[in-house]
C-alpha cells in the first residue's frame, strides 16, 4: 500500500510540483492551503510525512506543527518544513514545534525526495 503525505502550503503551484514528485515517486498526496485546513483534514488517517511551509494565511506551519504534535494520532508523524525561510532563528522554531527536516525553497525535487526517504515512516 502506498505511503500518504500531506503537502501544506498556500501556494497552488508549489503544492502540485510538490504532489508530481511524491506521486511519480509512488506516495499518495493529501493537499492542505494552509495551517486551519491541513488540521481539518487530520482526521484520523495514516499520515507518513507531512511536508509544511512557513509562511501562509490563517495559520502559518510552525501554529499548524505544534497543533498537529497535540493530536495522538499525528504526534510521532515526521514533518519536513518547505520554506523561502532560511533565518536560523526561524528554524529553530521549527525544531522546537517537532519539525525534522527544514528544505529551503527554490528546491530540487531530487533532494525533496531525498529528505522524505530519510523520514518518511515505514
Request: net charge positive; with cysteine.
Amino acid at each position: 500500500m502506498a505511503k500518504t503525505i500531506m503537502i501544506v502550503d498556500d501556494s497552488a503551484s508549489l503544492r502540485q510540483v510538490v504532489s508530481i514528485s511524491l506521486k511519480g515517486a509512488g506516495y499518495d498526496v493529501v493537499e492542505a492551503c494552509d495551517g486551519k485546513d491541513a488540521l481539518r483534514k487530520l482526521d484520523g488517517r495514516k499520515l507518513h510525512l507531512i511536508i509544511s511551509d512557513v509562511n501562509m494565511p490563517n495559520m502559518d506551519g510552525i501554529s499548524f506543527v505544534k497543533a498537529a504534535k497535540q493530536l495522538a494520532a499525528y504526534k510521532f508523524t515526521p514533518v519536513i518544513m518547505l520554506t523561502t525561510e532560511a533565518g536560523d532563528a526561524m528554524k529553530q522554531q521549527g525544531q522546537a514545534a517537532g519539525a525534522k527536516a527544514w528544505v529551503v525553497k527554490p528546491f530540487q525535487p531530487a533532494q525533496m525526495l531525498n529528505a522524505v526517504s530519510k523520514l518518511v515512516l515505514p
